[in-house]
């Protein structure tokens, strides 16, 4: 049997590959389509200090390979997170399996619901991710994204706040992505979770209006995986902490590009909308390849192909 297991600082998952935020759910609704038993671990959808509607619709369009969307954090706010939700999560899923993604306005409002998290569940989870790559209300897109020490900032008081693993979740569209990575590696996470989503517009031609309510939003898909991948080929360069790379995975071949590139882990996220149980077919193909290649572990391929 291949040793598949991944570990991202002081977090062990039994493999490398990573349910995304917001495109797995809660992992339960998935149940009847898949073996959970399969995924690394899910990120589960992000939960804010305050209860969110959303976005005004149209969320979601379609694209060449992949889709635009603009959901808005929509998500029903940490009670009921805490009471409703995470009970069905912690029966589907095993510890080692569970990360809990956060995103607040304010430092203070990123602080308390990684408290009242770890005090309610700290046991019962694997790490916490800070979602970083998300609108910022208070201070505009991506404010901790883009702001080496605003993350310098969150990071230490997060940390200094709470013992689970933390990792950090930010946003490469920024010019100056690698300096906030710098900071991020300096203020200390357990990894660095990159969301290499950059925006685009698609119009509807019937309405002759942009096809997404908030006009603009991220596109994700195999159409961003080149972007998302030279992004990882240079912030394996520059920091020392374990990436987890988003975008485009959607094959065994993207996970292993992105490891090759310099990832630890990957996040999967809409291809589990064309086909629900991806995951564990990219474990699956992870794993006969390191059959074929007489692979004990997948680590000595982190960052292969920059030596
Ligand atoms: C519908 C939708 C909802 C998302 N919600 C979240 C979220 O709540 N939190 C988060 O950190 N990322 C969220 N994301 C971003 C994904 O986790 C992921 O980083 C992105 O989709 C790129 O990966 P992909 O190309 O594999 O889809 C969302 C993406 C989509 C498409």
Sequence with gaps: MKNIKTKL???????????????????????SYT?????????????????????????????????????GLQNPGPD?????????????????????????????????????TSQRYGEKIAALEINAACPNVRFGVGYFSRDPQAAFDLIETVKSAVSLPVFFKFNTNFENYLEVASA?????????????????LKINIRTRRPAIGNVVGPICGPAIRPIGMLRVWNLYQKVKMPIIASGGVY?????????????????????????????????????????????????????????
């Design 9 to 31: 600082g002081q977090a062990e998952f039994r493999n490398p590959v990573l349910g995304a935020s917001g495109c797995t759910g809660y992992a339960y609704e998935l149940e």
């Design 35 to 71: 073996d959970l038993s399969r995924y690394g671990a899910v990120t589960l959808k992000t939960v804010t200090y305050t209860p969110r509607h959303g976005n005004h619709p149209e969320r979601i369009a379609e694209v060449p390979a992949g889709i635009i969307s603009s959901i």
């Design 80 to 116: 009921v997170f805490f009471d409703d939700t995470m009970p069905k999560v912690i029966d589907a899923l095993d510890r080692d399996q569970i990360i809990v993604s956060v995103a607040g306005d304010t430092i203070e409002e990123y602080v308390e619901l990684c408290c009242r």
């Design 184 to 200: 991020i590696d300096e203020a200390g996470v357990d990894a660095l979770y990159t969301s290499n989503t950059p925006l685009g």
């Design 251 to 307: 094959t065994w071949e993207d996970a292993l590009e992105y490891m090759l590139a310099g990832a630890a882990a990957v996040g999967v996220g809409s291809a589990q909308f064309v086909q629900p149980d991806v995951v564990k077919h990219i474990v699956d193909g992870l794993e006969r390849y390191m059959e074929r290649e007489s692979l004990d572990s997948l680590t000595s391929l982190v960052g292969a192909a920059h030596r």
